[in-house]
């Protein structure tokens, strides 16, 4: 049974550039959450995505977007990067949060520098 | 803003020692999560509770939520050198699908 797979697991940009990051979901899963995490810091919440619609959003600006595919898998994609988007991003599944007890399963992350 | 304040942020001890992390807040959660972080690595869930007033036990770890649902508390009894790593409490907001995460306690224990 794959958990939460996402790719690639290391990129290096430049400011102005723009980034796509991968998550497949854990299987059974439906519901696909992104987070940003810096250096020292917990988790901060992006947005979550279930049937294929951003139902949830953190604090962040509209250069973060995402969209999920009917198998559930995700893409977050983060325009004009500025030196402060260099995190750790992290996409978690989980099953239909509001109707369980809401566990997330987390892939290993995404290692983004913005050089 | 909804925050989640861990305390302590850091934590060194020796290997045997207790030691208690805590999670406050002023919002109301549905449910509350622990995670722990190795380097490089995402979280990786450890317990959930739901019921305010709830305990749970793992081997040598203790969880409690708060009966008023805001607040949670993790207790090693024990600790060993594997228990080293990031302790992350998270709770998901009533009424929402948001997840708002802890600040973080990192823990390290000495042999």
């Known amino acids: 049974d794959a958990g939460v797979t996402q790719s690639p697991t290391h990129l290096i940009k430049t400011r102005g550039q723009q980034v796509t990051l991968r998550c497949s979901p854990k299987s059974g899963h439906d519901t696909v959450s992104w987070y940003q995490q810096a250096l020292g810091q917990g988790p901060q919440f992006i947005f979550q995505?279930?049937?294929?619609?951003?139902?949830q959003r953190g604090n962040f600006p509209d250069r973060f977007s995402g969209h999920q595919f009917p198998n559930y898998s995700s893409e977050l994609n983060v325009n004009a990067l500025l030196l402060g988007d260099s995190a750790l991003y992290l996409c978690?599944?989980?099953?239909?949060?509001?109707?369980?007890?809401?566990?997330?399963?987390f892939g290993e992350g995404s290692r983004l520098t913005v050089l | 803003t909804q925050l989640l304040e861990q305390s302590p942020q850091f934590l060194s001890i020796q290997e045997g020692e207790n030691l208690t992390v805590y999670c406050n807040s002023s919002?109301?959660?549905?449910?509350l999560q622990w995670y722990r972080q190795e380097p490089g690595e995402g979280p990786v869930l450890l317990v959930t509770v739901v019921t305010g007033g709830e305990v749970k036990k793992l081997k040598r770890l203790t969880f409690q939520f708060g009966d008023a649902r805001k607040d949670s508390s993790l207790h090693i009894t024990a600790a060993q050198t594997g228990d080293t790593g990031l302790y992350l409490c998270?709770?998901?907001?009533?009424?929402?699908?948001?997840?708002?995460f802890g600040t973080g306690t990192r823990l390290k224990v000495l042999a």
């Open positions: 978690a599944s989980s099953f239909d949060s509001l109707s369980s007890t809401g566990e997330l399963f």
């Open positions: 919002s109301v959660f549905s449910s």
């Open positions: 995505y279930y049937e294929e619609e951003e139902r």
């Open positions: 998270a709770g998901l907001l009533s009424g929402t699908y948001k997840y708002i």
